[in-house]
């Protein structure tokens, strides 16, 4: 749900990167060979390399597509004034609906657009935050002002947990991830804690891990009818140890390169309800995104008090997709 903080961002300074210098290398070598070796021995050489795959080993994801349409930059939104807060008032654990385990993360890292790069995923709340609610209602300091180390998150009417979802998402996401050569973070894993970890401690592991880019994911908690996803994008603030400035840029580029394609894999449209249709919307509330020095964005991926919005919310298959789109929108704002 939007009411929470989350973990923070990675740096990002680099950010973009199109080159492909090892496959230039590689085709000056060969262009050497050839050059003086006999006609023959060139033609093996040759076909030797081109019996092989690309230049990375493997096959080149898809192009993504060029943009990010329905997403105009710029859009800067208020914050959502309509910020509800549902999320302590359910009683969790009735899930009906409980979704399958995600697949198990790939055992070899795999060669990709995204090798050499890390991108730290985190899993917004903690299916246990609704049992340790003292723990984390202490408040911590987020550079702006102090607030609860972490928060319940929302359900589903029928009591399908956001933490649920969020832990789902972010598995299939790095093994989408994974394939393309990154190395992936998670902030918590399942059973690894009993609740948490506060907003403060999510931001500094993407710090720490140096991120190059970094995604918390939620689901919102909002009246019925509102529906469809939003990017939450870091604002501007400077304040204690929230110094926001140099990451501001590249995560509206990470924001709108995960909502064209999120859009994209999910067929799912931008908010009816904020964001005035981009799908965009910029907070300063947020602790996981005030603390964060790397590139950071939080993605709410649709409504789960909205019945429609819950019934792809809750099924395996739509959280495939999401997690294929967000992991598109990564390799698209880090060059792939
Ligand atoms: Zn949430």
């Not at 991108?119 to 246990?128: A, F, I, L």
């Amino acid at each position: 749900m939007r009411n929470d903080n989350s973990p923070p961002p990675p740096e990002s300074g680099s950010s973009i990167s199109t080159d492909r210098p090892w496959f230039t290398r590689r085709s000056t070598l060969v262009v050497g060979v050839a050059a003086l070796a006999p006609a023959a021995l060139a033609g093996w050489v040759l076909a030797q390399v081109f019996a092989g795959s690309g230049p990375d080993g493997q096959a080149r994801p898809a192009p993504l597509p060029a943009s990010h349409s329905a997403l105009s930059p710029g859009q800067r939104d208020a914050k959502p004034g309509s910020t509800p807060s549902e999320s302590a008032s359910t009683s969790p654990g009735a899930g009906t609906s409980s979704p399958a385990a995600a697949p198990a993360p790939a055992p070899a890292p795999a060669k990709g657009p995204l090798t050499g790069r890390t991108v730290v995923v985190d899993p917004g709340h903690n299916t246990g935050n609704f049992k340790h609610t003292d723990e984390i209602d202490q408040q911590v300091d987020i550079g702006t002002n102090r607030k609860e180390c972490d928060t319940t998150g929302t359900t589903t009417n029928s009591g399908y947990m956001e933490a649920e979802f969020t832990m789902d998402v972010s598995k299939r996401l790095r093994t989408a991830l994974e394939a393309q050569g990154a190395k992936v973070v998670l902030t918590h894993e399942t059973g690894d804690r009993a609740w948490g970890p506060c907003i403060t401690e999510r931001a500094r592991i993407g710090n720490e891990a140096k991120a190059d880019a970094v995604v918390s994911v939620h689901a919102d908690g909002v009246s019925a009818g509102n529906r469809g996803f939003h990017i939450i994008l870091p604002a501007t603030v400077k304040s204690g140890s929230a110094d926001t400035a140099k990451i501001v840029g590249p995560s509206r580029e990470l924001g709108e390169r995960i909502a064209g394609n999120f859009a994209r894999a999910t067929g799912s449209a931008p908010a009816n309800y904020l964001g005035s249709g981009t799908g965009l919307v910029v907070r300063d509330d947020l602790g996981g995104l005030n603390l964060s020095t790397q590139p950071k964005v939080f993605i709410e991926c649709g409504n789960m008090r909205d019945a429609k919005d819950a019934a792809q919310l809750t099924s395996p298959e739509w959280r495939q997709k999401a997690a294929q789109g967000i992991a598109d929108g990564i390799v698209g704002f880090l060059g792939g």
